[in-house]
């Protein structure tokens, strides 16, 4: 693990694009700060009948380009710390691939693993009720992360509709289709990744297929960018979660492994694959690694034997900035998160799109959008870091930075 917070990661980041581009210095000032930060507590009912008192935020980061989105996330690790800097990402994120929303993050520290789903909700409810007077589609909308899903927005969208006393599908994204969700969301972030990966292979004069390619985290965003890139020709021939590693030389079945964890959890166990310890998920001979869990995994401790030319973040701030000079030293190409696992927030502007208007789309519209604008940002970034002579990160920032800079200069400053 990284010895640096996350929210040392996006300062360093942010401060070193800013001084490349000369980036307005009024505007840095206030770009290194949140707009917002709210902290609150969560009194739950657990099922034993006594009350557990929960600890969550929001952060909504910065809105000059619209209102705040980003996920929730719930994990016995969540800080608030953590949940600024996943605000930060998620502001540059949405400026990169141009969309209308600023940044925001959410986080409850609990383990939902040890949580009953009555408990869940309960929490999830009483968590929606206290930040309600800062939600809704035009002021912040949230969205999966780590350990929530489509079950987990259905309560925040019914808790935000019982008190408005109508049904508001626009306060949330990554929704069931059957409440006002877009087809293709549960599948962007990894398909988004698979896109992006293929992208940049191409501009580097490379193919996709035949790429070995290990995978750290079989969430819902590994899991699927592991199934697309297999459809794309890779071969998935490592994985990783936190019960361990799987090897298979000639690859992995991919719609194999994802039906065993929907039966067991954990890929552990797995007959198809020879078991590996999961850390050495990052050292193994592959040309492509795709770090899919939390951050700070890949750092100055192990960056010297990664032995990948790409990598694709589809983590948040999975390389620590350190990790990061080392890898671009040595030429590998490290696409990052505010790029590699924007396909997820995409379609999430595609749902919301699709609320405000009361019409939902075919899904092959949401996939040919997806991809379209996904390689064009891709080939944004590239071109960017190389007009500046940086690393991808740097560039994907110089574009959003331009970007928000841009509002910044229109729109200036209240009062
Ligand atoms: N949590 C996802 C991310 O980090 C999705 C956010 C969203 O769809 O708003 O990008």
Request: with cysteine.
């Amino acid at each position: 693990m990284s010895t640096i917070s996350p929210k040392e990661m996006y300062l360093k980041q942010l401060e070193r694009a800013a001084k490349i581009m000369q980036l307005d210095e009024d505007l840095l000032e206030i770009l290194k700060q949140p707009k917002r930060v709210v902290r609150v507590s969560i009194p739950v009912k657990m099922d034993n009948g006594k009350i557990k008192v929960f600890t969550g935020y929001r952060c909504q980061y910065n809105d000059f380009r619209g209102p705040f989105k980003g996920g929730i996330r719930f994990h016995p690790g969540v800080t608030e710390d953590e949940v600024v800097a996943l605000a930060a990402w998620m502001t540059w994120k949405c400026a990169v691939i141009d969309i209308p929303f600023g940044g925001g993050k959410g986080g409850v520290i609990c383990d939902p693993r040890e949580l009953s789903e009555g408990e869940l909700q309960r929490l999830t409810r009483r968590f929606t009720y206290t930040i309600m007077p800062i939600l809704g589609p035009s002021i912040d909308i949230p969205a999966p992360d780590v350990f929530t899903g489509e079950k987990t927005m259905a309560w925040i969208m019914d808790t935000y509709s019982a008190f408005k006393g109508y049904s508001e599908p626009g306060v949330v994204t990554g929704k069931a289709r059957s409440i006002g969700g877009s087809k293709g969301r549960r599948e962007a972030t990894g398909r988004g990744v698979s896109i992006v990966a293929d992208e940049t292979a191409k501009y580097f004069g490379e193919k996709i297929e035949g790429m070995r390619v290990a995978i750290q985290g079989f969430g819902n965003v590994g899991s699927h960018a592991a199934l697309f890139i297999s459809k794309l020709g890779g071969k998935i021939v490592a994985v990783s979660d936190v019960s361990g590693g799987l090897y298979n030389k000639d690859g992995i079945d991919v719609k194999a492994l994802m039906d065993y964890v929907k039966k067991n959890k954990v890929i552990n166990g797995f007959p198809w694959a020879k078991e590996i310890d999961g850390d050495k998920i990052f050292e193994l001979d592959v040309d492509m690694l795709i770090p899919a869990a939390l951050e700070g995994v890949i750092t100055l401790d192990n960056v010297d034997r990664i032995k990948a030319r790409y990598i694709i973040e589809g983590a948040n701030g999975p390389t620590t900035p350190e990790a990061d000079e080392v890898l671009f030293k040595k030429g590998i190409h490290v696409v990052p998160d505010i790029l590699a696992n924007s396909g997820g927030v995409l379609v999430s502007y595609f749902e919301w799109v699709q609320s405000k208007l009361g019409f939902w789309w075919e899904e092959e519209e949401v996939n040919d959008r997806l991809e379209r604008k996904l390689r064009n940002a891709t080939r944004e970034v590239i071109n960017m870091a190389h007009e500046y002579d940086v690393d991808l990160r740097t560039g994907a920032m110089i574009l959003a930075l331009r970007r928000i800079e841009e509002v910044y200069k229109e729109r200036e400053l209240f009062p």
